[in-house]
């Protein structure tokens, strides 16, 4: 399982077996089972997430139990709560297991401590801070301005694995469309493709 | 002007003098009047701009030509469409100056080229883009669940200084209300205040 956060951190930024061993001490290994939640609002303490296997979600219920998909990840993401986790605050968001899960996850204070013994690893997550700025941009572009069906279509491109592998209504709450309108975009889409 | 650069990045990353001089030396002045334009949707470069003084806003103008306000800058802020920089992708948003303003401005390349020869640049553009992440993300959870009100509190808790400073126009439409709506939230605040 290391492995698999080796190679994901030497797409940016490589490390000698030495110096891997002493970085990947400080990631802990975590198995969760479908339903199982990983965040709650109202939690203290939070950790950021490196998804080896499975589906999560990141979501906010609003006053009238509404539940707003923020994000899903899937292997080689990460997910947290980031005001939390940077910040110390209290979460305010909450990240489910859609299927079973294993992942690996890094306190904030271990996070800050590799970065400062390593400039390499510092690159490494700005790289990741960028990445997921800008997936933050695009996704409040979506939500201001897209049609339906570019929403749906930037879903795809965005998770091309995910449309086979999650409940429908998911999708539908993450594109803000009814499940009778998803069906019809993605039957629209399948047309198109033939 | 360089002094207001300094005493930012003070906040989180100590420099000697040369290197600030070596550093500074990366970082260009632009002057601009009110109502100009920073960055426009289709145009190919962007640099990250800091801003001395003024007021900017970027937005998004849809199909039907809405304009879709996504952040307010103001002096110690950074602005940019970080899609089109960190990604040298064709640039999606505008940026304009809602007053007079004064920038300094640093192009990807050179805000790379330091990073990589200051683990010390590195780890302050490495926060700024960790509350860069943050503030998009409480962007959308505003945009996804907050009452009207809810979200007129955020924008003042945000820009302290903006609600006197820019047309109510401009409010209303990062709020997402209409200005009679502002106008009563604004009556309604100042009503519980007294």
Known sequence: MMTTLRNHIAEIASFSDQEFEYISSHFHHKKMKKNQFLLQAGQQKVNKYFVLNGILKSYYIDKNDKEHIIQFAQPDWWITDYNAFFNNKEVTINVDCITDCELLYISNQDLEKLSAEFHKMEHFFRVKS????????????????????????????LYPNLIQSIPKYLIASYIGVSREMLSRLSKSVTNHTK
């Open 130 to 157: 960028n990445a997921g700025y800008v997936a933050s941009q695009l996704r409040i572009l979506t939500m201001l301005n897209l049609t339906a069906m570019e929403r749906f279509n930037h879903f795809i491109s």
